[in-house]
């Protein structure tokens, strides 16, 4: 059997160990395309729960990274100081890519300078109304509430702190505001490698608005492809 090509791309994956990320690494494992590594950063507290995805170790590269900490940031920054590689994907354990999203999103990326781009999430069918374009009055009214005159902003960061992005499309790209940090590809010298939420209260897209602002004030561009998912 063939082997997969490998493409010139760390994955980073900060975990508490749960049996959910044996189900990322095998759709990673499916890929067309496979990263040079992966790296998975877990707290020393919790390696041993690890042990059930020995299976994986000789199909994908896979290193693990003990952190003193728990953290999800901090336990991904310490993966982005240890990789090797120009490009960089941030991939939460829960994330199952489909088979060419990798080596569509290192297709767009490579060559670029100031960007980092992540997959479409939701597919069009089961994206619930509240995403959609509001075709109802009450709708409206929802958006209007949320976000006072702009209204149904998808892609952007609303005034009430409700944010959702643009997961309407089925091809090309969007600028947006924020990215869900559940999976970015990023190109090293654009990586924030200070823990900007050290902080307990779990709410991920508090974390994913304040990395998105960094990295938009350092100048680079947020973008989704609709094409990789």
Known sequence: MNKKKKIPLSI??????HS?????LKKIELSLHHPKEILIVV?????NKLKLMSQFYKKL????????RKNQVFQRILGFKKSKFRYIMQLDDDVEIEKDCLFKLFSFIKGKQNIAVAPKYINKIKLSKIYRKPDSAILKTYHWLINSRKGYSPGCISLSGF???DESSESGFRIHEWLSGGAIMHIRKNLILKNYYPYNFKRSYCEDILHSLILRNNKIRLLKLYSSK
């Open 61 to 68: 590269n896979i290193k693990i990274i003990l952190s003193k």
């Open 163 to 165: 944010n959702y992005s």
């Open 12 to 17: 980073v994956i900060p975990t508490l160990g």
């Open 20 to 24: 959910k990320i044996k189900y990322c």
């Open 43 to 47: 707290p020393k507290n919790n390696y």
